[in-house]
C-alpha cells in the first residue's frame, strides 16, 4: 500500500482544524501531518512536515493566507495548496489561484467533498469544483494579456478540448462530447498543459480567462 496523503491545514480556528483533522485521519490514505493558527507558522510546519497539499484559510491574523500561499509557491517543489474560504465569490480566492493554488474550497463543504478534493488535488490530474474557479474568475477577472504564440501550437483538437475543459467540463463530460475515451481526453489534457506549460487544470482555467479564450 502506498504512503498516506500527507496533509498540513493552516487556519486560525482551532475548532475548525479539529473538525477537519477528524475528518482527514478517518481515512487510511490521508494523515495530517501538521496545524497551524496563521500563514507564518504555517511556513514552518510545512518547512518542518514536507507535506503533500496544503489546505490554507484565507484570512488569518500575523500573515494571511495569500502572503503564506505566495511564499510557499516560491520554494522548489511546492506542495499543491488549497484555498479555505466562506465565500463562494472570494476575490482573495481569485488572486490565490492566480498566484498557483490548486483551488478553493468552502468552509462549509462536506466531507466527502472534502476528502475528494485532497484526493484530486494531490493526483493533479483534475481541478476542485472547475465549473467555480471558472465563476470565479469571470466574476473578478479581466483578460489582460495577448494570446501566446504557445497556444499556436495546439492542434485543433486540443483547442477544442482547452475550450471545455476552461469551462469546467470534467474528463467523462469531455469524452461524452467529443466521442472520445476518457484515456484519449486525459492524454489530450497532459498534452495541453505541457504545451502550454500549465501545471494543473485550474492553471488552464486561468490561463484562458486571462488571454480571453474561454
Not at 116 to 121: D, H, L, N, S
Not at 165 to 178: F, K, M
Not at 196 to 213: I, K, M, S
Request: hydrophobic fraction near 50%; charged fraction near 25%; glycine fraction near 6%.
Amino acid at each position: 500500500m502506498s504512503a498516506p496523503i500527507r496533509v498540513v491545514l493552516v487556519d486560525d480556528q482551532a475548532l475548525f482544524r479539529a473538525g477537519i483533522r477528524m475528518v482527514i485521519d478517518s481515512q487510511p490514505d490521508l494523515e495530517v501531518v501538521g496545524e497551524a493558527g496563521d500563514g507564518a507558522e504555517g511556513l514552518r510546519v510545512v518547512a518542518q512536515t514536507a507535506p503533500d497539499v496544503v489546505l490554507m484559510d484565507i484570512r488569518m491574523p500575523v500573515m494571511d493566507g495569500l502572503t503564506a500561499t505566495a511564499a510557499l509557491l516560491e520554494q522548489p517543489d511546492p506542495p499543491r495548496v488549497v484555498m479555505l474560504t466562506t465565500f463562494d465569490l472570494d476575490e482573495a480566492a481569485a488572486k490565490a489561484i492566480r498566484q498557483g493554488a490548486s483551488g478553493f474550497l468552502l468552509k462549509d463543504a462536506d466531507p466527502e467533498f472534502l476528502l475528494a478534493a485532497v484526493r484530486t488535488v494531490h493526483a493533479g490530474s483534475s481541478v476542485i469544483a472547475a465549473a467555480a474557479t471558472r465563476d470565479l474568475f469571470a466574476h473578478f477577472s479581466a483578460p489582460t494579456r495577448e494570446v501566446p504564440a504557445d497556444y499556436e501550437t495546439l492542434t485543433e483538437r486540443e483547442r477544442e478540448i482547452f475550450a471545455l475543459a476552461a469551462r469546467g467540463l470534467s474528463n467523462g463530460e469531455i469524452a461524452a462530447r467529443e466521442f472520445l475515451s476518457e484515456a484519449t481526453v486525459k492524454t489530450h489534457i497532459s498534452r495541453i498543459l505541457m504545451k502550454l506549460g500549465l501545471r494543473d487544470r485550474v492553471q488552464l482555467v486561468v490561463f484562458a480567462f486571462e488571454h480571453n479564450l474561454a
